[in-house]
């Protein structure tokens, strides 16, 4: 449309130009300047917001959700700070369906859930472990056999010393066997009980070696009350108690547990941990005791164990010789049976916990704890000797008799009561 001169109209190019320059919106959409051409005087226009015209009524601010006024619109927000879509998908995006947010990348599948579910078996393990550990302590302390009034205190009794001492004793008693077992065992239908092993366990207080001393059944000493007769003599006169009361007296060391086994037990015990392994130093023939044995390391069950540590037919001084067997046994199967792979598995730490528990005699003081503690001292092998012999009379009335060397004897005993290490000299 033409412009004539003094009408005061546009001409058509003037219009266009007019309507392309202008930001109001058309359609809904804000209409923006050209390129290079500023509206307004050159001054910036505030972008309405794209939910709708720049006159209505109200548009919602993006970053606080705050109603403004439509005339003027909020700026949105610039691509990388935009939230994410707060559902699935690309869009919903914000007021006015415009969306485009960050998509987040999702974890791996499976990976995390797998994770929690190994966690949940461990820990589901780990409670099931303890739980069986607390109800087999309290199984097995339920079963112990106790002596009473063994570690009584009497007048001029050894005050007490450092360390843990314990008496290990085994005894002669066939309870518990069948006829047929004690023929298969070769242990005779002798009735009563003896002593036929008797050890003295010395364990530090510094957590080093522990050391086992031997103290031969036929030791000539002087029991409390019965004068002067072989050692084991004491426990046929008066049972552990006057046993205890014995060996303190001669070795001037305080007793602090008691343990005693019989021949039932000894054979239940060394079956329940697979047998064990020991090392013959000869060949040895015993009927008596129902042994063939050939000199070199072998892998013995309970009865031929037995007939191990109980033979005489070896040495000149043959119960010298049994004495060092009892020590290599003894420390061979307690080794053996606090080791993890017999404590740890079911399938020998219940059958072993079954037949220590029937066969196995305690002071009223001693519980399983105190049996533990023995184990895990024992599980790297203790230094082994046995008390220092002076002469081996055979004398009327008694027999044939060991006496200490009680000089040697005083050393050895004096060492343990300080908690010190056997002097060298004195090992064998």
Not at 2 to 7: E, R
Not at 257 to 276: L, Q, S
Not at 279 to 302: E, F, P, S, T, Y
Not at 343 to 356: D, E, G, I, R
Request: hydrophobic share 35%; with cysteine; glycine share 14%.
């Amino acid at each position: 449309m033409a412009d004539w001169p003094g009408t005061g109209r546009r001409s058509d190019d003037e219009e266009r130009t007019r309507v392309l320059r202008s930001p109001e919106p058309r359609g809904g959409q804000p209409v923006y300047p050209a390129q290079g051409a500023p509206a307004d005087g050159g001054r910036r226009q505030a972008q309405p917001s794209r939910g709708g015209p720049a006159d209505g009524p109200q548009a919602s601010s993006r970053v606080y959700g705050k109603p403004r006024s439509g005339s003027a619109p909020v700026r949105p927000l610039n691509e990388a700070a935009r939230p994410a879509p707060p559902g699935p998908g690309r869009g919903g995006g914000g007021h006015g369906g415009g969306g485009g947010g960050i998509r987040r990348s999702a974890p791996a599948p499976g990976r995390r859930g797998r994770g929690r579910i190994i966690l949940r078996v461990v820990a589901a393990l780990v409670a099931l472990l303890l739980v069986g550990v607390v109800v087999t302590y309290f199984w097995v302390d339920s079963r112990l056999v106790t002596i009473p009034g063994v570690l009584d205190d009497y007048e001029g009794r050894p005050a007490d010393t450092p360390g843990q001492n314990w008496l290990l004793v085994g005894s002669d008693s066939r309870k518990g066997l069948t006829g047929a077992e004690r023929k298969r065992l070769a242990t005779g239908n002798a009735a009563g009980q003896r002593t036929d092993t008797m050890m003295l366990l010395h364990i530090p207080d510094g957590g080093d070696q522990p050391t086992l001393v031997s103290l031969p059944r036929d030791s000539y000493v002087s029991i409390p009350g019965k004068g002067r007769n072989k050692l084991n003599a004491a426990y046929a006169f008066g049972g552990p108690k006057l046993l205890v009361r014995t060996v303190e007296t001669v070795t001037d060391i305080r007793i602090d547990n008691y343990m005693e086994i019989g021949f039932a037990g000894f054979v239940g015990i060394v079956d329940a941990v697979g047998g064990v392994n020991i090392c013959v130093k000869q060949n040895i023939k015993d009927r008596k005791a129902g042994i063939n044995l050939k000199k070199g390391c072998q892998d013995m069950d309970g009865g031929t164990a037995l007939g191990y540590v109980r033979t005489r037919a070896t040495g000149a001084l043959p119960d010298l010789d049994r004495t060092e067997r009892q020590r290599q046994f003894f420390g061979a199967v307690v080794k053996k049976a606090a080791s993890p792979g017999v404590l740890f598995n079911p399938f020998t730490s219940l059958p072993l916990a079954s037949a220590a528990t029937d066969s196995v005699s305690v002071d009223d003081g001693t519980g399983t704890f105190s049996l533990l503690s023995l184990g895990l001292a024992m599980s790297d092998g203790p230094v082994t000797t046995s008390v220092p012999v002076g002469s081996t009379p055979t004398l009327p009335g008694v027999g044939s008799v060991i006496q200490w060397d009680r000089a040697n004897a005083l050393r050895l005993f004096g060492a343990l009561a300080q908690d010190k290490p056997v002097p060298q000299d004195l090992l064998k």
